[in-house]
């Protein structure tokens, strides 16, 4: 076998891996973006595959629950929740932010939102709000991770896979699973909406998972290489 047939091989093998992250990364970011209408949610239900979900996953079937019952009544209430946990005003219960939880005084724009933003210029990309707000935030860093699968799935050379498939893992290990436990955790303790705990819970697993996941992949790439 030549190398440009096994390379041309494992991209087409890992394309289904790759598009199935790509798509439970999309679910997540959409889980913790603004419900400001019930169309955000509709669309959650509509693509979520919430029966696979619910199969899968003790928060899955928390957010099936919430979905297949949910009313414009609930909607409005998500909103205030979502407006209460990540917003205000008055304290949050929920700051989304990775160096609230890293930091000794839960500070922003901590050591960790500058390695975040080194992380996203290594890429060429830059968060909108850079020096207006801290870098660190939930949704661009799974934004981040979106982008990172995208070019993952896009990408023919087998070492430069390996490479992003390690960035992937670095992100994971350094910065969103050191962080996401402690967010989920305020939010599980904190709130009876069945959305947030159930994205909250299905957020760290699937970090979690991924991580896991990823380092088997890298492993057993350099064999097939």
């Given at each position: 076998m030549t190398t440009t047939t096994t390379t041309e091989t494992l991209h087409i093998q890992l394309q289904p891996f790759f598009l199935s992250r790509k798509k439970y990364y999309q679910l997540l970011h959409l889980l913790f973006s603004v419900p400001a209408t019930g169309e955000l949610l509709v669309g959650i239900q509509d693509n979520g595959n919430m029966q696979e979900l619910e199969e899968i996953h003790d928060g899955g079937k928390i957010l099936r629950n919430f979905f297949e019952h949910m009313t414009p009544e609930q909607i409005d209430r998500e909103n205030e929740?979502?407006?209460?946990?990540?917003?205000?005003?008055?304290?949050?219960?929920?700051?989304?932010?990775?160096?609230?939880?890293?930091?000794?005084?839960?500070?922003?724009?901590?050591?960790?939102?500058?390695?975040?933003?080194?992380?996203?210029?290594?890429?060429?990309?830059?968060?909108?709000?850079?020096?207006?707000?801290?870098?660190?935030?939930?949704?661009?860093?799974?934004?981040?991770?979106?982008?990172?699968?995208?070019?993952?799935?896009?990408?023919?050379?087998?070492?430069?896979l390996v490479e992003l498939i390690s960035s992937q893992i670095h992100f994971l290990e350094n910065h969103l699973t050191m962080w996401i436990p402690y967010f989920s955790k305020r939010i599980i303790e904190q709130t009876n909406s069945q959305l947030y705990l159930g994205a909250s819970m299905l957020l760290e697993d699937l970090l979690t998972f991924d991580l896991t996941t990823l380092l088997e992949v890298r492993e057993a790439l350099p064999d097939v290489r």
């Open positions: 929740e979502y407006q209460r946990l990540f917003i205000g005003p008055g304290p949050l219960v929920a700051p989304p932010w990775e160096s609230y939880y890293r930091s000794r005084e839960h500070l922003l724009f901590e050591e960790w939102t500058y390695q975040i933003r080194e992380q996203y210029h290594l890429f060429g990309l830059q968060y909108k709000n850079e020096n207006n707000e801290p870098d660190d935030h939930l949704l661009p860093e799974l934004e981040f991770m979106i982008y990172l699968v995208d070019s993952c799935l896009q990408e023919t050379k087998t070492d430069r």
